[in-house]
C-alpha cells in the first residue's frame, strides 16, 4: 500500500515492489511506473485543491532503471503548475540508500465545468 503524506509543495509515497507489481524479470512492471505517476501525480493536485482531481489528457514515463522485487520505492510527486482548467504534475520514482533513479513521469490533467445535475 501507499503511505501518502500531502503537502502543499507535493506528495511523498513510499512503496515496496510486491511480485504483483513485477514483470517476466522480478522487476518493477512499467504499467505499475504509468499507475503511480497517474495516482501521486493526482495526489499532489489534491493537495492543493481537495475538489479537483481533473481528467487525465497526457501522461509520460521515463523509465531510468530496474527496480527489483522487495525494493522499497520513495516516491514524490509534485504540481508543475495548477491553472484554470490544467494541471501539470512531475513523478518521481528511486529506491536504495543512493536514491537510484527508477523512472520519472509527468502528468497533465484537465479541470472541466460542474455539470448541472437537473441540465440533462
Known amino acids: 500500500s501507499l503511505d501518502d503524506a500531502a503537502r502543499p509543495k507535493g506528495v511523498t509515497s513510499s512503496l515496496v ?7 517476466n524479470y522480478s ?40 527496480a527489483a522485487e522487495g525494493d ?13 482548467t490544467l494541471a501539470f504534475t512531475e513523478v518521481t520514482i528511486r529506491t536504495g540508500a543512493a536514491a ?6 509527468r502528468h497533465t490533467k484537465m479541470f472541466t465545468a460542474v455539470r448541472d445535475p437537473s441540465h440533462h
Do not use: W
Open 17 to 23: 515492489v510486491s511480485r504483483a507489481l513485477t514483470n
Open 72 to 84: 522499497r520505492l520513495e516516491i514524490h510527486g509534485s504540481v508543475l503548475r495548477l491553472g484554470k
Open 27 to 66: 522487476t518493477l512492471h512499467g504499467g505499475a511506473i504509468a499507475t503511480i505517476v497517474d495516482v501521486v501525480g493526482t495526489l499532489a493536485i489534491l493537495g492543493r485543491d481537495p475538489l479537483r482531481p481533473g481528467i487525465s489528457v497526457e501522461m509520460n514515463q521515463s523509465f531510468c532503471s530496474a
Open 100 to 105: 537510484k533513479l527508477v523512472a520519472t513521469g
